[in-house]
């Protein structure tokens, strides 16, 4: 009779904290059905070993020396689109939150949660699945709420919106700050601030952040493109 057995997850940790590190490997070792190949102290040793050693999963922090874990994780997606991050943080506030599922992140979840709840989140997402803290999905819903019931004529703004404001409204989507986008564009700094305060402007956001979500929203825009 032949068993089939099903190969462990492989996993990258990043984060600049030796004794997170260790800590999630020593979970992930106690439950079963991963390896962890590498640890990285900063995002630019997680954008090296990513590369190197292609790892089916990253669990990535935020906030690290070098490069922080949203730059980190764009590199690793530019090279790798089809790379699987999950953020892990102790950072649940909003800008942070919504820049890690502009830039791919396929999942985001706080390090006081439960170990039980972070290793089905592994598993998930490296089935495919999304994963998010409860309270942070919550948030995420509430912010697509207040978008959908915006006052009424936000249809025609959007209409209004020139060629070039819109090539920058769908890089802010993706993620983009605002040297990314000059550079992509052949603009200056300078002008992609000021088509993006037009872009604020006629779409009544205050920041890129409910700019992405209105982009998103409409469908001008997608999580999933490149």
Same mark, same amino acid.
């Given at each position: 009779?032949?068993?089939?057995?099903?190969?462990?997850?492989?996993?990258?940790?990043?984060?600049?904290?030796?004794?997170?590190?260790?800590?999630?490997?020593?979970?992930?070792?106690?439950?079963?059905?991963?390896?962890?190949?590498?640890?990285?102290?900063?995002?630019?040793?997680?954008?090296?070993?990513?590369?190197?050693?292609?790892?089916?999963?990253?669990?990535?922090?935020?906030?690290?020396?070098?490069?922080?874990?949203?730059?980190?994780?764009?590199?690793?997606?530019?090279?790798?689109?089809?790379?699987?991050?999950?953020?892990?943080?102790?950072?649940?506030?909003?800008?942070?939150?919504?820049?890690?599922?502009?830039?791919?992140?396929?999942?985001?979840?706080? $390090?006081?949660?439960?170990?039980?709840?972070?290793? +089905?989140? &592994?598993? !998930?997402?490296? *089935? @495919?699945? /999304?994963?998010? =803290?409860?309270?942070?999905?919550?948030?995420?819903?509430?912010?697509?709420?207040?978008?959908?019931?915006?006052?009424?004529?936000?249809?025609?703004?959007?209409?209004?919106?020139?060629?070039?404001?819109?090539?920058?409204?769908?890089?802010?989507?993706?993620?983009?700050?605002?040297?990314?986008?000059?550079?992509?564009?052949?603009?200056?700094?300078?002008?992609?601030?000021?088509?993006?305060?037009?872009?604020?402007? $006629?779409?009544?956001?205050?920041?890129?952040?409910? +700019?992405? &979500?209105? !982009?998103?929203? *409409? @469908?001008? /825009?997608?999580? =999933?493109?490149?």
């Amino acid at each position: 009779m032949t068993v089939t057995t099903t190969p462990p997850i492989r996993i990258l940790i990043a984060d600049d904290h030796r004794l997170i590190r260790h800590g999630l490997a020593a979970i992930c070792r106690t439950k079963g059905g991963f390896t962890i190949v590498g640890e990285a102290e900063d995002g630019r040793q997680a954008v090296d070993l990513a590369r190197r050693l292609m790892p089916d999963l990253i669990v990535m922090d935020i906030q690290m020396p070098k490069l922080d874990g949203i730059a980190a994780m764009r590199e690793i997606l530019t090279a790798n689109p089809a790379a699987r991050v999950l953020m892990l943080t102790m950072h649940s506030d909003d800008a942070n939150l919504f820049a890690a599922i502009q830039a791919g992140a396929k999942g985001y979840f706080l $390090k006081d949660g439960d170990a039980d709840d972070l290793v +089905a989140g &592994l598993r !998930a997402v490296h *089935r @495919g699945e /999304a994963l998010m =803290d409860p309270s942070i999905a919550a948030r995420v819903m509430e912010a697509f709420r207040r978008l959908s019931t915006a006052v009424a004529g936000t249809e025609q703004d959007l209409e209004s919106l020139t060629p070039g404001e819109m090539d920058v409204l769908l890089l802010v989507a993706r993620g983009a700050d605002n040297a990314e986008i000059a550079a992509r564009l052949g603009l200056s700094v300078g002008t992609v601030g000021n088509r993006l305060s037009a872009i604020y402007d $006629k779409l009544r956001v205050n920041n890129r952040t409910q +700019a992405a &979500l209105e !982009a998103l929203r *409409r @469908g001008w /825009a997608s999580l =999933d493109e490149g």
